[in-house]
């Protein structure tokens, strides 16, 4: 069946330093590819998306390309602030109704 | 635009009983999923409801029912519940179909945390 699989945390940075998550996927055929964030207390947020192979997803700062030549949507963002503190979740999405989500990746990031 | 709400934020339960969780979909909306979140996991897929009628369920027994109502807001029952059932309970909303295309991303709401006893 379809899942997802991204780098356990947590990930502990300091400001200003590059960031990167791994998520693989497996599934069948072309999904949706997705980040969520759910900031403390709160809950989850959509952060970016893509819906095709190289289309490259990008919000306040982070950015992410599906790769389906390696399975993969790693969320990448060049200079993080203490305010990206959050846990960070890859999905995707292969059918009208439900999105399958990973375990989440718990980053902190040290002033 | 309002968002996705949900009622009520907490809610304590003991073993047996039953619990009603409510869900107001973001405006323009027409179709309402359910996810359960376990402390430390991702969310699992409840069931969704587009236009009233169930439209996909996840790995949940029965005793996790649901409804959606004319104005498209929605409800997550849950009978007979057990200790496992303790966790964040989130319901997203979706437009459906717009511009001809079935729109996939979700929105939503702040959840509802429930502790069984």
């Known amino acids: 069946g379809n899942s997802v699989t991204q780098m356990e945390g947590p990930v502990t940075l300091s400001e200003e330093a590059f960031l990167t998550i791994n998520c693989t996927y497996t599934a069948t055929g072309y999904p949706s590819l997705f980040w969520y964030v759910q900031y403390p207390g709160e809950g989850l947020q959509l952060l970016l998306k893509a819906t095709k192979a190289d289309d490259k997803g990008s919000n306040k700062g982070f950015e992410a390309t599906y790769r389906k030549e390696t399975t993969s949507f790693h969320l990448e963002k060049g200079s993080v602030q203490v305010s990206d503190s959050a846990v960070y979740f890859c999905a995707l999405s292969q059918s009208a109704s439900k999105i399958i989500f990973g375990s989440g990746t718990r980053l902190s990031i040290r002033p | 635009e309002t968002g996705v709400t949900q009622s009520p934020t907490h809610l304590i339960k003991t073993r047996g009983q039953q619990v009603t969780l409510r869900c107001s979909s973001q405006?323009?909306?027409?179709?309402v999923s359910w996810y359960q979140q376990a402390l430390g996991q991702g969310p699992q897929f409840i069931f969704q409801?587009?236009?009233?009628?169930?439209?996909g369920r996840g790995n949940f027994p029965p005793r996790f029912s649901g409804l959606q109502f004319p104005n498209y807001s929605s409800e997550l029952n849950v009978n007979a519940l057990e200790l496992d059932d303790s966790a964040l309970y989130l319901c997203?909303?979706?437009?459906?179909?717009?511009?001809?295309?079935?729109?996939?991303?979700?929105?939503f709401g702040p959840g509802t945390r429930l502790l069984v006893l």
């Open positions: 997203a909303s979706s437009p459906g179909t717009s511009g001809g295309q079935y729109q996939e991303t979700q929105y």
């Open positions: 405006s323009g909306h027409n179709t």
């Open positions: 409801y587009y236009r009233e009628e169930e439209n």
